[in-house]
């Protein structure tokens, strides 16, 4: 029983879900998506997030218990936190306030940061993919020259061909991978759909 | 422990206070000193209009408020303009204005109760938003027009019949608590004053002081003179057509006329005009009607952005001047306040009747597959033009053309034919396209002239039929030296230029008296998608306030049905018991017409009132809602009936279909019926869609494939082919193993809903088993916080089905943040600090995948990845040591339990994938032979 009622609301669930899909009839597109479920999903939100913040907080409280290594980073985690809590708790979140004010200036430069670090890392990976140690590195290699030189103008003062070659590249073996792993991918989908819908997959329900 | 936490307190007090001061500014004394409340010129007298200087941006200014209130001392929150506080407001005025219903209660953001605006003065009358409270808004009832939102559902079944004495005795209303509402609107009346005031508020949230209270009374204005009038004389029936734009800014005119004014007339006119724009609002100078002719008079029911009118000269008895030519149109016109205006037209055009645009048979059609909120009119036959050609080669002897449908729901275009001409008309060639792709190849002939333009004949054959229809569309394309591509011009459908026309679908329901314009397209259109809303929300006019129940009021009655016949309107009450009373009622008003009135009299007021009257009763008793209706034994099920009615009538619509030039050359035509009465269409939604047929047998095919596979796996062990990432795991668990350092699981950016994010939990059963086993740490940091008790969970009992529930740490298993890169960081952080052995990234991954994964890498963790995301696949390949690519993904769970029941699901997924194959190569052999049926049988998406 106390299997078989949560998969039976899985498979119960899942089964409105497909026939969500299937009937474009009002009552499932509108009564059952907009006048259920999404209020469900808006009430719920809160809660998750609740026990997300609770999560952390633990995981933070316990690293600095035990000392953990660097565990004096959780100070940060708890500033930031009650700080930007309060400020929006206290100040509102709208624009002139100190909360806006600290995601302008402080969480928006940091994950620009991050972000431009990207573009080193991707020179670091590329050096390591362009490396020709196999034929097919050196393919890959070679695909990889002309796409980028037929990006610049450069690419075109070489040879005028270059931007064709380029887009060949792109349309014919690219795109013929890029939709082969997608069909895998569908495929994939749809099987881990079906196994649970039939309840053949149920160690999400904890265990075998 | 303690000092550190007070030191930490003390820290971030001190932070606070700092960063509260720096982002405070520069002091907001100065307001805005130049303001003003204005009557909204030219309208009903509705509106109101503010202007005010805004300050200069040193002042840092991010929006100005506005505040309204019908009384000096008490000013609300009405709304807000904002602006770059960086860049300031270029102009020198900003301007506001209070009109067409704005928010007067906005329940999401609106205080509880009474709150002065903060940073002002002790004294000031300046107030936050109106507050949810019932009493407060009620005293504003009778100083605005109120309209209150409720969902259909909570109008109809959630009020309390009201009974509260009025003028006639005891009035019933339909009472509402304020919280019913989904928002609350008012608009000024006109003759009532009106106080304003304009805070500016700086990038600090800090209020200036309140400019000046300025008082405006709004009334009803003389029109503005900006319509815009066009007239065509159709000469060999005599008929005048006419086609206008309505001033703008006003939507009260209740009467046009139409003049036609010797010219010999026009600086009369034009010193009238002058003489007007300055005259008080209630004079009219317009001697210049007294010699004019007066073609027409009309009274439309319906407002809309274009007005048409027909006048038979010959009908009318019109006695039209010899010469047009000396003659000018124009358009007067009156509004419900009895204020006029006068508009120039543009000189008649002269055409016959032969001339007149020809508009298409049309259909209108319930659409399908949808949930029944649309009706599609469909005009004609679909056709296909040229949009733009190009050379292909820089021989400049191949074109490559595009092209674009002009699709409808009736037909369907099975396959088309382009046959080239040059400017001399000799062919050059003919294309037929079977597979609509908007694209066709054209080689030109040799000799051909470089950059020579060309005409094109496009011709379709629509599905199930044999032959390619009659009606031929004609094309010039024509090169454009600038572009350096041919572009399509004018597109002629049986001699008809129809870049030229629009078409303006009419429409009219059962509930409205007359058709009314409802949209205006291209004359190449052929379908126009009229949406036609349930009801899911009324807005009613907020009447009143109950004290005792602390009910706002609402009429209690809807509009059911109308006598197309009569013209009579079955309201019904939303309570059953007062239907009978209003019937009573209408009797008694009967009998004292009756009484009132001569025998032979059939014409006077009281008559054609009598009259009416009779006619709203036998409708209301002989209504077959009401016979149904007056058997529900609770008010809810006689509500019922009369809204079933209601949303037939309200959803039933009738169509006309209008061409026009746009300058009063138009045609307009109904729907083909037999008997010459309005066809009513009622949209009705669908329970399947039909274009999923593909999608639904691939999915029982699959599912027959899923019970085959499963049989067979019983019977024998299917083989899965080795996948290095999977088989590795064990060997990554061990090598973290041997070094004492944890392994870390990075679910990706999936949500609970994702497959992606339940087979990344799948695996990570699997891993936490290993790690239980093996004795070793598993941390896995998550981004969404509805997976986190789902992964708890699963590990939980991955450690408790391994016998080692005791070493199972919930702490390890936690949300960090479902930003990108907050995410991304403390992923890296966590690599680096715990210095883990081994990661998992499984899941769906965006740009952070590179960064989390060259981070590993650098710090030696053996890494594998699964993911479904393409863009990252290359970077995974990369950074990691195994990487499971798609479907692989999927496999992994079956892969690594080996359960026979899993692994038939590989299995079904190979089989499905021949089939697929096979598929293709059907598809691709009947396409190659022009048989696009079985591709058109497939979903696209």
Redesign the interface.
Known sequence: MKKTIPLMIVILGGIVWVLWVFVPHRLLQDVFYYDFYVPWIRAMSPFGMLLGVISLCMMHTAKIRRKAPKWQYSFFFFAGFIITALAGFIGGTQKGGLYMWLFENMQMPMSATMFALLAFYMASAAYKAFRARSAEATVLLVAAIVVMLAQVPLGVKISKYLPDISQWILDVPNLASKRGILLGVGLGSVATTLKILLGIERSYLGGD | ?KR?YLF?LL??IS??LA??G??RGRSANAGVEVFEALDMPHDDGSGVLLRWKPLDKSHRI?QYNVYRGHSPDSLFLLGNIEVDPKQGVMGEYLFFYDRDYLPLVQFETAPSKLKKEKHQAPDSPLYQAVPRDANVVSTMLPHYSVLGNLTARGFYNGSRRVEKDGEEGKEVFAGFKLNQFESIYANPLPGNTYYYSVVA?????RRTPAARVCSVIPVDNRPDSSAVFATTYIQDTRQFKFEWSPPTGTTDIGLWQGWLMPKSLLPLYRQEQQKNASAPDSVFYAAWQNGSIRLFEHTPPYWSQTFYHQVDAAAEGINLPSSLQDYIPVLSFMDYGGFQAATLGKSAQVKNSAELPIVPAFQVIDKV?????NLIVSFGKPFAFITQASYTSSRKNKLRVNYELSKNEHYEIDRLRFTFQDTAKNTLGTVTEYYLDNVIKFKLPAGLAKNQSFRVRVEFRLRGEKDFDPQVVWQDVTYDAKAMRFNGSGVTLNGQLLNKYFFDVFAKSKLDSDYSPVMRIGGISRAFDHTIP?E?TVTPEIVGFDQKTGRLLLEPNFKVAKDPVSGAVLWAPLYKQDFAPYLTNLEKELAELKAGLAPDDSLSEAAQELRDKQAELDFARNHPAYAQAKDAKSDKAWRKVFRAEKDKNSRSYAYQLLMTDGKGFWNIAEPASGDGEEIWNYPV?????NT?WA??IA?FV??AL?VYT?SISRRKELYIRPIAGLAELDNAVGRATEMGRPVMFVPGWGTLGD??T??A??IL?QIAKKTAEYDIRLISP?VD??V???A???V???Y??MGRPDAYN???????S?????F??AVN?ITV??RVATIFYMGYFY??A??MT?TGNQSGAIQIAAT?A?TQ???F???CDYTL???????A?AYL?R?P??VS??K??DY??LI?VVCVIIGVVLSTAHVNAFLNFLPFE
Request: some cysteine; charged content about 20%; overall charge negative.
């Open positions: 422990m550190y930490c820290v971030l932070l606070l960063m509260g720096c982002v991010i508020v700086t990038e600090t949230g597959n949808d949930k029944g909120d349930f899911d939604g669908n329970w399947f869609d999923k999608t639904l999915s699959m599912l899923v499963v497959v992606c339940i087979s939990m799948m059963n998550h916080y509805f986190v008790p789902l708890q969970e699963m939980q009992t991955a408790s089905e919930q702490n390890d298993i936690f949300f960090v479902d930003t990108q890169f907050a991304c960081a952080g600090r715990e740009a952070e590179l960064l060259e479904d393409i696949i290359p970077f390949i990369t950074t690519i798609g479907e692989e993904f999927y496999a769970s339990s359960d029941s899993l699901m590989l079904a997924q499905f994938k697929i």
